[in-house]
């Protein structure tokens, strides 16, 4: 089992930054590749950038590349993602999530292939 805990979320203007933290507990953190999703009312949840359980290999969504950078230290059990130039259609809740997997430096992107979510932060920016 894995236990995760988002924190970092609020009410921002657009064009400033967040940073989001997930803490986790439980199984061993460095076994878990790890992802951030989001989910506006009356949408999917989505994918928002991913990050292999070394740290090595990371994705972002189209939608958010050069904007949000995710990041980890498996030291701490915490997994980042440092939110720039936030725009108003990022508005969501925004859920980390967690999946135990081989060693290597794959990123997992889909919402099936995680195991282990938070409860979700809220993110709301206005124009």
């Known amino acids: 089992q894995v236990q995760l805990v988002e924190s970092g979320g609020g009410l921002v203007q657009a064009g400033d930054s967040l940073r989001l933290s997930c803490a986790a507990s439980g199984r061993a953190f460095s076994t878990n590749a790890m992802g951030w999703f989001r989910q506006a009312p009356g949408k999917e949840r989505e994918i928002v950038a991913a990050i292999s359980r070394g740290g090595s290999s990371t994705y972002a969504a189209d939608s958010v590349k050069g904007r949000f950078t995710i990041s980890r230290d498996n030291a701490l059990n915490t997994v980042y993602l440092q939110m720039n130039s936030l725009k108003p259609e990022d508005t969501a809740v925004y859920y980390c999530?967690?999946?135990?997997?081989?060693?290597?430096?794959?990123?997992?992107?889909?919402?099936?292939?995680?195991?282990?979510w938070g409860q979700g932060t809220q993110v709301t920016v206005s124009s």
């Open positions: 999530a967690a999946t135990m997997v081989p060693l290597g430096g794959r990123v997992y992107t889909r919402r099936s292939e995680y195991d282990y």
